[in-house]
């Protein structure tokens, strides 16, 4: 898929796994793509990959958890590629605890950023999605926001916050050519899963779980993200995706 010629793509969260797999699937494609990560190394070494396979990308470092730092963040991405024509909201935080144990601040942090930093993030991206005349937005959620696990209530909580999100704005946006769409991810083998499968025994134990028997990849991922973002997915909007292998489909 090479339609993304000349557009500017901004992607959360682009400091690894999934979020790296995606800045750098959007940079092949053809787009100019602001890595955005808390971690201005990360940032750094994901802009660094794609430059040196070719592609154009600049790092952009923000705490998505302050409003004032996505303001900053959103401006700096639409002067280094000059506008904003794709947009990921990629950035969360994993939460494992039971619910009677969870302090307001864990509550406040993850929905902060799983949350309200998609919503401020997509907010002050509108105007330059607007002006694209072909904007993208795409929200990672999770299977988690689906079918809801034992000691993820507030992750999954904030997960399934993200699809209501996606449907209102779908809605609302589809006046100025603007799709929205979410992605749900499954088992990704990523740095957020691997204490779930530290283990020979848990991995197994999870791949057994899912009906193509292996563990998803970044790269799966970003395949859906490139194609909801490309011009083929133009009459697209309001859906859901889940990319998990099959893992949900007992629940769904």
Partial sequence: MSDMNNIAALVTGAGGGIGRGIARRLARSGARVAAVDVNAESAGETAALIRKA?????????????????????AEAVSACGGIDVLVNNAGVGSAAFLESV????????????????IGITRAAFPHLKKSGRGRVINISSVEGIRGS?????????KAAVLGLTRANAMELARYGITVNAICPGAIETEMLAPLISSEESRKKMIKGIPVKRL????????AVAFLASAEASYITAQILVVDGGMTSKTI
Wanted: glycine share 10%; hydrophobic share 45%; with cysteine.
């Fill in 54 to 74: 070719g592609g154009e990308a600049r790092a952009i470092t923000a705490d998505l958890s302050r409003p004032e730092e996505i303001e900053r963040m959103v």
């Fill in 150 to 158: 034992g000691l993820l209530a507030v992750y999954s909580a904030s």
């Fill in 216 to 223: 998803g990849t970044p790269d799966d991922v970003a395949a």
């Fill in 103 to 118: 302090c307001d601040e864990e509550i406040e942090r993850v929905f902060r950023i799983n949350l309200f930093g998609m």
